[in-house]
């Protein structure tokens, strides 16, 4: 499979217990498209943690501090969307 330009992405739905898929791969929406089930959008990259600034993506990739943002098993390499372009955050 082959994606048609980096300005789409794929959507993968739930599984049943068993493991089989309850939503095939689609992978023909816009990288700008978002709904209901997409969960929480940030709005910033920067956080405060003890007093200080820190970029939400470091606390996610690391071994200690990601437990503040993330309930899952193990920090979060790399925390990041595919595609995503550097000038998105730098606001260049």
């Given at each position: 499979m082959t994606l048609r330009s980096k300005r789409t992405f794929a959507i993968y739905g739930w599984h049943h217990p068993d493991g089989r898929?309850?939503?095939?791969?689609?992978?023909r929406h816009g990288n700008f498209y978002v709904d209901y089930s997409h969960g929480v959008r940030l709005v910033s990259r920067v956080c405060t943690v003890d007093g200080k600034p820190m970029d939400i993506r470091t606390i996610l990739?690391?071994?200690?501090?990601?437990r503040l943002l993330s309930d899952e098993a193990r920090p979060i390499i790399p925390a990041t969307y595919a595609g995503d372009e550097p000038w998105l955050f730098t606001g260049k």
């Open positions: 898929p309850q939503q095939p791969i689609f992978i990739e690391s071994p200690t501090l990601y």
